[in-house]
C-alpha cells in the first residue's frame, strides 16, 4: 500500500505557473505508474497526465498537451506536474494516483485502473 500527499497549489493569474508535487509513503514508489487528475465544480474528475514506472514514457490530456509536464524522481518518493500557461479552466482540485498493475512502460488515463489517491491540492487561475 502506499499513501500520497500532494503539495503546491495555489493562486495564479492566467497565464502564470505552478509546481504541483506528489510524495508517496509506504511500498516501494518506483513499482508504481502515477498519474495526475483534477476535478473542477460540478464536473466530474478527468484525466491529466501519467508516467510510466520507467520514467520513460507520457501521457497527456489534449487540454494540457504542451503547457503540462509530468516527471517522476524515484530516488525522492515523488511525481511533479509542471504546469505553464496556465487558464482559467485549469481550475480544479488536483490529485495525483498510483497503478500498481501497470506494466513496465505503461500509463493509463481511465480513473479505475488506480488504485491509491491522494487528498487533492487546490489549484485557482484567475482571469
Known amino acids: 500500500q502506499v499513501q500520497l500527499v500532494e503539495s503546491g497549489g495555489g493562486s495564479v493569474q492566467a497565464g502564470g505557473s505552478l509546481r504541483l508535487s506528489c510524495t508517496a509513503s509506504?511500498?516501494?514508489?518506483?513499482?508504481?505508474?502515477m498519474g495526475w487528475f483534477r476535478q473542477a465544480p460540478g464536473k466530474e474528475r478527468e484525466f491529466v497526465a501519467a508516467i510510466s514506472r520507467s520514467d520513460s514514457n507520457t501521457y497527456y490530456a489534449a487540454s494540457v498537451k504542451g503547457r503540462f509536464t509530468i516527471s517522476r524522481d524515484n530516488a525522492k518518493n515523488t511525481v511533479y506536474l509542471q504546469m505553464n500557461s496556465l487558464k482559467p479552466e485549469d481550475t480544479a482540485v488536483y490529485s495525483c494516483a498510483a497503478d500498481e498493475r501497470r506494466r513496465y512502460y505503461g500509463t493509463s488515463a481511465q480513473i479505475q485502473d488506480y488504485d491509491y489517491w491522494g487528498k487533492g491540492t487546490q489549484v485557482t487561475v484567475s482571469s
Open positions: 509506504g511500498r516501494t514508489f518506483s513499482t508504481y505508474a
